[in-house]
């Protein structure tokens, strides 16, 4: 397994795998502009099949935020999420930050165990935060 930082020429592979992840998937313009940012976009890119997961994420001052933690469908359930985010605590850890933040659909119970397995509590919920009128589960882990 190789993680990685996204390149300019993976913005195709993020989008295609947001696509089979999202319900309402960034377009390729807002991947790409994730690639340009200060902070790595993480990426598990396996020989044979190419990139299975991704992180993205921003670091904010003291804090850490993920925006999205995917692993294509299927590659679930084999430890590629788990191992982008033991990648960003070891980050947030050398940087010093005190809390990473999210926010995950009420609906998704195996991305809501991925986390509280992981040390995020629940701190809010946002009514209707998604297009499809989904709530947001807010989440925090400190670091």
Request: proline share 6%; glycine share 4%; aromatic share 8%.
């Amino acid at each position: 397994m190789n993680i990685r930082a996204a390149t300019l020429a993976d913005v195709a592979a993020l989008h295609e795998l947001e696509q089979q992840c999202n319900p309402a998937p960034w377009s390729a313009t807002q991947l790409a502009n994730t690639v340009y940012a200060p902070q790595p976009v993480w990426v598990i890119d396996l020989p044979v099949h190419g990139i299975v997961s991704m992180l993205v994420w921003q670091k904010l001052p003291e804090e850490a935020e993920i925006h999205l933690l995917e692993t294509h469908p299927d590659f679930r359930r084999q430890g590629y999420a788990q191992q982008l985010l033991e990648h960003l605590f070891q980050h947030a850890k050398q940087q010093h930050l005190r809390r990473i933040l999210l926010e995950v659909r009420a609906g998704n119970s195996g991305a809501l165990q991925l986390y509280t397995n992981n040390g995020f509590v629940s701190c809010g919920i946002r009514k209707n935060y998604y297009q499809n009128g989904d709530d947001a589960v807010l989440m925090e882990k400190p670091c």
